[in-house]
């Protein structure tokens, strides 16, 4: 089940500049996006959603994109601090339907923010 | 800051026994759900529950597995009869219904069936 994507495992960038993850879906009826970060050995933490009515949601450091043409959100942070590494993952659900509570995750991203 | 709880956060048992994993979720919330994660795989959506019943279920989620709230705070994850495949962290999320649907995940629990 492919239907999350994020196709970059990992991202290193500097302290400072900006992260920019990436993730792609297949299925249309998507319609609520998420992005979570997790540290090693804890659960995912929420850090913004989008609803398919917008395409740009953005609270303090993180922004978050989405293209719903292209099937592709993508979640901005800046400046990136050594405090963001961790995995990052996007997830997805179809509001419509009796399955709105289900999220499906894309594999993660890990950034490594260096000084 | 309201937190999901999880007990306890790492079970060893053997393959053929039930566990029983807990959650305490956020207590305001309404919708409870139970997620795993294997090693180097995806999160994966098991079931939700609403309203004291199950509201969406994977296929996962066969006939060895049950969740239940017992009382007002806590939310369980059964399963009946592990086996080695069941091996998995299990995170437990809950959310509000206020219009505003993220989910907030607890630490997890990790499984071990030996």
């Known amino acids: 089940d492919q239907q999350v994507k994020q196709n970059s495992p990992s991202l290193s960038v500097q302290e400072g500049r900006i992260s920019i993850l990436n993730c792609d879906y297949t299925?249309?009826?998507?319609?609520?996006f998420l992005w979570y970060k997790k540290y090693p050995a804890e659960g995912p933490t929420f850090l913004i959603s989008?609803?398919?009515?917008?395409d740009k949601n953005e609270d303090g450091r993180f922004t978050v994109f989405l293209n719903k043409s292209a099937k592709h959100l993508s979640l901005h942070i800046v400046p990136s601090q050594p405090g963001d590494s961790a995995v990052y993952f996007c997830?997805?659900?179809?509001?419509?339907?009796?399955?709105?509570?289900?999220?499906?995750f894309g594999a993660g991203t890990q950034v490594v923010v260096t000084p | 800051e309201p937190e999901v709880t999880q007990t306890p956060s790492h079970q060893v048992t053997q393959m053929g026994q039930e566990v029983i994993l807990r959650c305490v979720p956020i207590?305001?919330?309404?919708?409870f759900y139970w997620y795993r994660q294997i090693l180097g795989q995806k999160v994966e959506f098991l079931v939700s529950?609403?309203?004291?019943?199950?509201?969406?279920k994977s296929e996962i989620f066969d006939d060895q597995f049950s969740v239940e709230r017992p009382d007002g705070s806590n939310f369980t994850l059964k399963i009946r009869s592990t086996k080695l495949e069941d091996s998995a962290m299990y995170f437990c999320?809950?959310?509000?219904?206020?219009?505003?649907?993220?989910?907030?995940f607890g630490p997890g629990t990790r499984l071990t069936v030996t």
């Open positions: 989008i609803s398919s009515i917008k």
């Open positions: 999320a809950s959310s509000a219904d206020n219009g505003f649907y993220e989910q907030y």
């Open positions: 299925n249309s009826m998507f319609d609520y």
């Open positions: 207590s305001n919330h309404l919708y």
């Open positions: 529950f609403y309203n004291n019943e199950i509201s969406e």
């Open positions: 997830a997805a659900s179809d509001m419509t339907t009796d399955s709105w509570g289900k999220l499906q």
